[in-house]
């Protein structure tokens, strides 16, 4: 996979470099963008393949370039940096891991407000994680029950009745896989918004505060 923020140079024939890379509205508000978002995964719509993919070009064509030190904007091509400046990378890469684009104070602001919106997503999560460990272990506690009582049958009987014993066990193992698939579908599920709605906060709130030039690295102002 590759990293936030990656690029590709492609030589032109007039001998300029042409810099090649995706921003939020690419991905999210066009034709192109949604085809992306169908051929590969999101932990991968900002990688030099996505952006060969949305430009429709040969993927070893041109050079692929990344970088992960936003310590100052000298380390991005300058059509990135006025990316980065205008908001157009929000929301495609986690703000800790781009957290130097804010000023020393800004950060510490940040990571604070962050933990406090983990902290409540923690607390809205453990009641999921109760209610879901309380419907499972009954579950487990059946089939551990059962599948002990055939491994000792088993045991007892050995090679023989082998075969047997794998046919007992394999509607046992069934069945409960299917009850408990549902059951970890649900928590997935109600767990899925709760998570979502973290990440966009922590989304929201780092590009609110990058928005305000004053609370950027002084290298990115």
């Given at each position: 996979?590759?990293?936030?923020?990656?690029w590709?140079?492609?030589?032109c024939?007039?001998?300029?470099?042409?810099?090649?890379?995706?921003?939020?509205?690419?991905?999210?508000?066009?034709?192109?963008?949604?085809?992306?978002?169908?051929?590969?995964?999101?932990?991968?719509?900002?990688?030099?393949?996505?952006?060969?993919?949305?430009?429709?070009?040969?993927?070893d064509?041109?050079?692929?370039?990344?970088?992960?030190?936003?310590?100052?904007?000298?380390?991005?091509?300058?059509?990135?940096?006025?990316?980065?400046?205008?908001?157009?990378?929000?929301?495609l890469?986690?703000?800790?891991?781009c957290?130097?684009?804010?000023n020393?104070?800004?950060?510490?602001?940040?990571?604070?407000?962050?933990?406090?919106?983990?902290?409540?997503?923690?607390?809205?999560?453990?009641?999921?994680?109760?209610?879901?460990?309380?419907?499972?272990?009954?579950?487990?506690?059946?089939?551990?029950?059962?599948?002990?009582?055939?491994?000792?049958?088993?045991?007892?009987?050995?090679?023989?009745?082998?075969?047997?014993?794998?046919?007992?066990?394999?509607?046992?193992?069934?069945?409960?896989?299917?009850?408990?698939?549902?059951?970890y579908a649900?928590?997935?599920?109600?767990?899925?918004?709760?998570?979502?709605?973290?990440?966009?906060?922590?989304?929201?709130?780092?590009?609110k505060?990058?928005?305000?030039?004053?609370?950027?690295?002084?290298?990115w102002?």
């Amino acid at each position: 996979m590759c990293e936030f923020i990656s690029w590709k140079e492609i030589k032109c024939p007039d001998g300029s470099t042409q810099i090649l890379f995706l921003t939020h509205n690419d991905i999210y508000n066009t034709k192109r963008g949604r085809e992306l978002q169908k051929h590969t995964s999101k932990d991968d719509f900002v990688g030099h393949g996505a952006i060969a993919f949305y430009y429709e070009i040969d993927p070893d064509k041109g050079i692929n370039r990344e970088c992960t030190d936003f310590s100052t904007p000298d380390n991005f091509p300058p059509q990135i940096v006025d990316a980065i400046k205008s908001g157009c990378m929000a929301g495609l890469c986690d703000p800790n891991d781009c957290i130097q684009l804010l000023n020393p104070r800004q950060q510490k602001y940040y990571e604070a407000k962050r933990d406090a919106l983990y902290a409540d997503y923690k607390a809205k999560r453990a009641p999921l994680d109760a209610d879901y460990e309380a419907k499972r272990a009954p579950l487990d506690a059946d089939y551990e029950a059962k599948r002990d009582a055939l491994d000792a049958d088993y045991k007892a009987k050995r090679a023989p009745l082998y075969a047997d014993y794998k046919a007992k066990r394999a509607p046992l193992d069934a069945d409960y896989e299917a009850k408990l698939a549902p059951l970890y579908a649900d928590y997935k599920a109600k767990l899925a918004p709760l998570y979502a709605d973290y990440k966009a906060k922590c989304d929201e709130l780092f590009w609110k505060l990058f928005s305000k030039p004053q609370n950027r690295n002084p290298k990115w102002r």
